[in-house]
């Protein structure tokens, strides 16, 4: 930061004798009549200590830098973006690297995250993928020089040949959705979760029970697969995948309407037998939306003849009366920036790893005789834990 300060002071000594450049130069870049040169000379600073006091940097004393800001409050200095930018090294920008634009769930995200890079006045760089390669491309971008100040990767693998460059570099990185143990993580706990779903349906008598998924190429469909087979093994019911209908991936892995109709018309088809499903699990609501539509024209009642019980709690579940998983969706994205700046402002802190436990609302969609919308006592809490990096 200090050379910057040399570098214009040395403009200003070779420009002198043109009289008014200094105030001009230092006008436009701060947009201001209080300059940081100003601060300098009333302080009686260089303007590097006052650019490392405005930035809080940890090298200057307590005793200058409560000089530094006597001044700037008694000036009234109100720095320039721009300048900020400049003196610092720094772009004011951070970037999200994360699936699926339209996706429901990430719409919700995607709000908590811009909502709250606004308030904290920061640009922010959004990067919606498809595939690991176009992940590994924004990764790419995301590392060289003067892009962005720091990263967060959703809801995806985080590729261990980035791991040592973003470390190398010291780029903070925060992983929601995903984990990697040398980086900040915000996670779901989707195992625990599905067995609550789970648990709640058993305890409504159902003993046939499927699942509708996504793609298990994803973590949250692998987990909640986990926390499906954990619940029936604890009930000593056997596991069959044979009762797991993942059909017409396309896109955004199968967390879409058209994957759950599709996944719903085969499980019907297919549910015959001496013990038939009498309630499926379904990994998202955007899922469960379309298997409500295929089971009704197929003539199946729900919750009568199948109860459903979802994942998320987007917007269209209360209008389908949808019993879900409730996931804090717009909580993981204010929380993943805050844990961004935390790390910017704070590198060699401690790594934090956040989880959440999604909250179970019962609707009309499994078939509990409760009142609409109740919340079950299961979950909705939150647990931190911090490990040295």
């Excluded at 300060?5 to 006008?27: A, D, E, M, P, V």
């Excluded at 973590?219 to 087979?229: S, W």
Aim: net charge positive; proline share 5%.
């Amino acid at each position: 930061m200090e050379h910057i300060g040399i570098h214009l002071w040395k403009r200003f000594h070779l420009y002198n004798h043109f009289g008014s450049f200094r105030s001009q130069f230092s006008t436009r870049l701060c947009g201001m009549g209080v300059t940081i040169y100003d601060l300098a000379r009333e302080a009686g600073v260089g303007i590097g200590t006052v650019s490392r006091c405005l930035n809080n940097h940890p090298s200057v004393s307590e005793r200058t830098r409560a000089k530094v800001l006597a001044v700037v409050t008694r000036l009234n200095y109100q720095p320039h973006a721009y300048a900020q930018r400049l003196a610092s090294k720094k772009t004011n920008t951070i970037s999200a690297i994360i699936p699926f634009f339209t996706n429901y769930f990430f719409v919700q995200v995607l709000q908590g995250v811009q909502d709250r890079a606004s308030e904290l006045g920061i640009d922010l760089i959004l990067y919606g993928v498809s595939n690991p390669a176009q992940a590994e491309y924004y990764l790419r971008r995301s590392l060289q020089r003067g892009h962005v100040d720091g990263v967060m990767f959703f809801s995806m693998k985080f590729p261990e040949s980035y791991a040592a460059k973003f470390q190398q570099i010291k780029l903070p990185l925060v992983l929601v959705d995903a984990h990697h143990p040398s980086f900040d993580s915000i996670r779901v706990k989707n195992r625990e979760a599905a067995m609550v779903a789970m648990r709640h349906l058993l305890g409504l008598g159902h003993r046939s029970i499927a699942m509708i998924n996504a793609s298990l190429k994803t973590q949250p469909a692998l987990d909640r697969l986990e926390g499906y087979r954990a619940a029936l093994e604890e009930a000593g019911i056997p596991f069959s995948m044979e009762r797991v209908f993942i059909a017409g991936i396309g896109k955004q892995d199968g967390f879409n309407r058209v994957s759950g109709r599709a996944a719903m018309r085969d499980l019907i088809r297919l549910n015959t037998g001496p013990s038939p499903a009498t309630a499926v699990l379904i990994a998202s609501d955007v899922q469960a939306i379309g298997a409500i539509e295929a089971a009704r024209e197929l003539g199946v009642r729900v919750p009568e003849d199948l109860a459903i019980v979802s994942f998320d709690d987007i917007e269209l579940a209360h209008h389908e009366q949808l019993t879900t998983m409730r996931q804090p969706m717009y909580e993981m994205g204010t929380l993943a920036v805050e844990r961004l700046i935390t790390r910017m402002q704070n590198p060699l802190s401690p790594r934090t790893e956040t989880s959440f436990f999604p909250e179970l609302i019962i609707r009309r969609s499994c078939g509990a005789r409760l009142e609409p919308g109740r919340v079950e006592p299961h979950g909705g809490g939150i647990e931190l834990v911090a490990s040295r990096m």
